[in-house]
């Protein structure tokens, strides 16, 4: 069982205490309620003798010397359009080499390099592994200089797209490989 530490008192007295304070809080807004009234009818009478003063005040001054009316002009500005006559007396010369068709460009295929060995054996082994992963890989023989290295090469393909999108599989798969653009060959007819 809770124990009851508050002083204990009787209900008597708690409701005798009620009752008081409450007769005070009533005396007290009645008393409140009249000295609001008092000070709003002090505050009008104080704030209309201020404005009837500030009225006489400006009223006193001569309004003829704050008001000053300017003649209307009813002239009109004379405005001149030299527009036709320099249309008339001008010409303009057009550049032809604007409208010229551009130049034919090659088109391109793109390779993506993903690596380039010394050993032959390591870039057949990475072609490999890039054929199971679906790509379409082949090993390319390079010299450079005296040395011969061994590219492995995604690709061709026909459009930029394509081989970005390719690039980023392979990214995916941690390779960084490089984009190569490069001319087609045109065919050769027999004839």
């Given at each position: 069982m809770q124990k009851d530490f508050s002083p204990k008192a009787s209900t008597r007295t708690i409701g005798k205490d009620v009752k008081k304070t409450k007769r005070k809080h009533e005396t007290n807004s009645a008393k409140n309620r009249s000295s609001f009234a008092t000070g709003l009818f002090i505050g009008l009478i104080v704030g209309g003798t201020t404005v009837a003063l500030y009225m006489e005040i400006l009223g006193s001054e001569s309004t003829a010397d704050m008001v000053t009316e300017h003649p209307k002009i009813s002239t009109k500005p004379n405005v001149v359009f030299t527009f036709?006559?320099?249309?008339?007396?001008?010409?303009?010369k057009a550049n032809p080499s604007a409208y010229d068709a551009p130049d034919q460009v090659a088109p391109l295929e793109y390779d993506l390099q993903v690596a380039s060995f010394a050993n032959a054996k390591r870039a057949e082994e990475l072609r490999a592994n890039l054929i199971l992963e679906s790509f379409q890989a082949s090993t390319l023989v390079a010299e450079v200089g005296a040395k011969i290295s061994y590219r492995v090469i995604v690709g061709p393909f026909k459009r930029k797209v394509e081989a970005e999108r390719k690039r980023t599989a392979l990214r995916a798969l941690s390779y960084e490989p490089i984009l190569i653009p490069k001319p087609i060959k045109p065919e050769k007819t027999q004839g």
């Open positions: 036709p006559t320099k249309l008339s007396t001008s010409s303009v």
